[in-house]
C-alpha cells in the first residue's frame, strides 16, 4: 500500500511535468502538511509517503524544469493562515525542495483554498502559463470554496491548470474537490486503488509526438490505419426512456464482475457525464442519482466501443415542510420518505428536492409535536412538488413570578404540556417538554395544560392552539424568592407554617448546606436548621409574590 501511495503523488507529479510540460510554464508544487497527515496506512505515516514520492519523482524531472514548493499547516494547529512558498518556482529546484519537505512539521488545518489562490498568484497566472499541483488527504477546513475558485482561476488566468490527488479519500469527499481540478481543465485523481491510477495516467498522460515521417516515395503511400478510440466507455444514464441524459449529481460506479456475475473489486467512482477507458473484461455498472440506481453488466472487448444507455425509471419530488397553509418552510421540519425499493425509510430536512424510484412515495412532514403522511405517485422523468402542511400552532411559554411582574429567568425552570382532557383514571397524557425561559412549542390544535416549575413553585395554565396562531403563554407563578443562611448547619428544610390534624408539617424542600435559595409559592414558612450534632434550630418567614425574602437561622 506504501508504495501504491508513492505511486499516486509521483503519478501527480508526472501529470503535470508530462502532459502539461515545464517548457510551457511554472509549477508549483501545494502539499498538505495538516496534522491528519499522521495518519498511517500500512504503518507508515502518510507525510513519510509524501517525503519520498517528492524525492523519487523530484530526481527525474528534466534540470531546466521550474518548480516550487509551497505547503500549509506545517507551522501552526489551528490556524487557516499557515501558507508558506517555501521555495520560489526555479530551474534546479528538486533537492531545495525534497530538503523542505524532509524538515518538515505536519500539524495544522487544511486551508486548501486559499494555498492554491496563493500559488496562482505567485505564478503571476494573469500574465503566463501556470500549473499548479496541489497533494492533500483531507478536505477544506477554513471555510474555503474550492469550485468556486477554480472557476475564478479558469476565468481570469492566461491558461491556468489546477491537478488534485487525493490521498485516501473517499468517493464522496473526492467529489467535493475534483471540482477544483475540472472547472481549470485538470485531472483529479481519486487514489483509491492502483488500477484506477493506471487508467487516470491512460487517460491523462500525454504520449510524445510521432516521428516526422520520411519523404514520399514516388509510389503512393500505404493508406493510414484508423485513429484508435480514445475512449471505449461511454455510458449514457437518462430517467424514463427518450428522457434527456444527466450530467449533473449523477454518479457512476465501476465495479470488476465476480465470477457469479456479482460486483467484485472496486475499479472507480465517476459524475456526471463520464468518458473512459476500461481494460478487457467483466464489470457491473451502477448509475444513480438521488435514491434511485440501476446496474448492467458489461463486458469490454480490445478495440470495441459501447456506449450503454441506463435508465433510472426514476422521478424528482420537491417537498416544502410548513406549519400552517401559506406559512414559511421550517428548515428544521423533518421530511421521511419511505420509496419503492427502498431498504428504509430517507430523511431529509426543510426544502427537499430528491430524486426517487418511480412509484408511490410515503412522505411523512414532522414540525414539532405535529406530523403530516402521504401518499404520492411519482411518474418515470416527472417532477411532483408539493406543500406539506404539519397543521400546528407555534407557542411560546414563559413564567413570571406575579401577573405583570419579572420574567423567571432561572436555569431550572421548566415546562410540561399535557392534553387537557383526562383519562379515565384521572391523568392527562404528556405531549412535550422544554426547559429555560421563551421555550418553544409546535403544537398540533388541542386544548392543552401547561404546568410551570421553578424550584418549588408549580402552576398549571390551561390554553388552546390553532393551526397557524402564534400566542404568548405566560404563567403567573404567586411566587417569590427565598434566600436561607443557617452557620454550621448540615441540613436545610422548608416546611409550611400550618401542621395537618396529626401534627405534622408538610416538607416542601430542603438542601444539605448551609446556603438555600430557591422560588416558592408567596405564603408562611417554617424553617429548620439541622446541625451535625442532630441539634435544631427554626426560623419563620413570610414570602411575598414578586419579592426576595432572605432568612438567617442560629
Not at 508549483?28 to 504503518?43: F, K, N, R
Not at 486551508?111 to 483531507?138: R, S
Not at 489546477?162 to 473517499?170: E, R
Request: glycine residues 10%.
Amino acid at each position: 500500500m506504501a508504495g501504491f501511495l508513492r505511486s499516486v503523488a509521483a503519478a501527480v507529479l508526472l501529470l503535470s511535468m508530462t502532459s502539461l510540460g515545464f517548457a510551457a510554464g511554472k509549477v508549483i508544487i501545494v502539499l498538505d502538511a495538516s496534522g491528519s497527515m499522521w495518519a498511517q496506512i500500512d504503518g507508515k505515516p502518510k507525510l513519510e509517503i509524501a517525503r519520498e514520492s517528492l524525492r523519487t519523482v523530484l530526481q527525474s524531472v528534466p534540470a531546466d524544469a521550474e518548480i516550487g514548493f509551497m505547503a500549509y499547516g506545517h507551522r501552526q494547529k489551528g490556524s487557516c493562515d499557515d501558507i508558506e512558498l517555501i521555495v520560489p518556482p526555479q530551474a534546479g529546484s528538486a533537492s531545495a525542495i525534497s530538503a523542505a519537505a524532509d524538515s518538515m512539521k505536519f500539524l495544522g488545518k487544511t486551508p486548501l483554498t486559499a494555498a492554491v489562490k496563493q500559488a496562482a498568484e505567485a505564478l503571476k497566472y494573469t500574465e503566463d502559463k501556470a500549473t499548479v499541483v496541489l497533494i492533500t488527504d483531507g478536505l477544506e477546513t477554513c471555510g474555503g470554496d474550492p469550485c468556486a475558485l477554480g472557476k475564478e482561476l479558469e476565468a481570469s488566468g492566461i491558461d491556468f491548470t489546477a491537478d488534485v490527488v487525493g490521498f485516501g479519500l473517499t468517493a464522496d469527499e473526492g467529489k467535493q474537490i475534483a471540482c477544483l481540478a475540472e472547472n481549470t481543465g485538470g485531472k483529479y485523481i481519486q487514489a483509491s486503488d492502483e488500477k484506477a491510477l493506471q487508467e487516470a495516467l491512460v487517460e491523462t498522460v500525454a504520449a510524445p509526438a510521432p516521428a516526422p515521417e520520411p519523404a514520399p516515395a514516388p509510389e503512393p503511400a500505404p493508406a493510414p490505419e484508423p485513429a484508435k478510440p480514445e475512449f471505449n466507455f461511454i455510458p449514457t444514464v437518462v430517467m424514463a426512456e427518450g428522457g434527456d441524459p444527466l450530467t449533473d449529481g449523477n454518479a457512476w460506479e465501476i465495479y470488476k464482475a465476480g465470477s457469479d456475475g456479482t460486483r467484485g473489486e472496486s475499479v472507480t467512482t465517476q459524475y456526471g457525464a463520464y468518458k473512459g477507458n476500461l481494460e478487457p473484461g467483466d464489470y457491473v455498472v451502477v448509475a444513480q442519482d438521488g435514491e434511485a440506481r440501476v446496474e448492467q453488466k458489461i463486458k469490454i472487448e480490445a478495440g470495441q466501443v459501447y456506449t450503454p444507455l441506463f435508465t433510472l425509471n426514476a422521478g424528482t419530488l420537491i417537498i416544502h415542510p410548513r406549519p400552517s397553509p401559506g406559512a414559511d418552510v421550517v428548515d428544521g421540519a423533518a421530511v421521511v420518505i419511505d420509496y419503492p425499493g427502498a431498504d428504509h425509510p430517507a430523511t431529509y430536512y426543510g426544502t427537499t428536492k430528491v430524486v426517487l424510484p418511480a412509484g408511490d412515495e410515503k412522505v411523512t412532514v414532522t414540525i414539532g409535536q405535529g406530523a403530516v403522511s402521504e401518499t404520492i405517485a411519482l411518474a418515470a422523468g416527472k417532477t411532483v412538488e408539493k406543500d406539506m402542511i404539519a397543521g400546528v400552532g407555534h407557542v411560546v411559554a414563559n413564567a413570571y413570578y406575579t401577573a405583570g411582574g419579572d420574567k423567571a429567568d432561572a436555569s431550572g425552570i421548566g415546562f410540561k404540556v399535557l392534553k387537557a382532557k383526562k383519562k379515565i383514571d384521572g391523568t392527562r397524557d404528556e405531549v412535550t417538554y422544554s426547559y429555560g425561559p421563551d421555550s418553544k412549542f409546535d403544537l398540533p390544535p388541542d386544548d392543552y395544560v401547561l404546568i410551570a416549575t421553578v424550584d418549588l413553585a408549580v402552576v398549571e395554565q390551561p390554553f388552546t392552539v390553532k393551526v397557524g396562531e402564534l400566542q404568548d403563554v405566560k404563567v403567573a407563578l404567586n411566587a417569590g424568592v427565598l434566600a436561607i443562611t443557617a452557620p454550621g448547619a448540615s441540613k436545610i428544610e422548608i416546611f409550611e407554617m400550618e401542621k395537618d390534624i396529626n401534627g405534622n408539617r408538610k416538607s416542601l424542600g430542603y438542601a444539605y448546606d448551609q446556603k438555600y435559595q430557591a422560588a416558592i409559592p408567596a405564603g408562611d414558612y417554617t424553617v429548620v436548621s439541622e446541625k451535625s450534632d442532630n441539634s435544631s434550630k427554626e426560623g419563620t418567614v413570610t414570602v411575598k409574590a414578586g419579592e426576595r425574602s432572605e432568612l438567617t437561622v442560629q
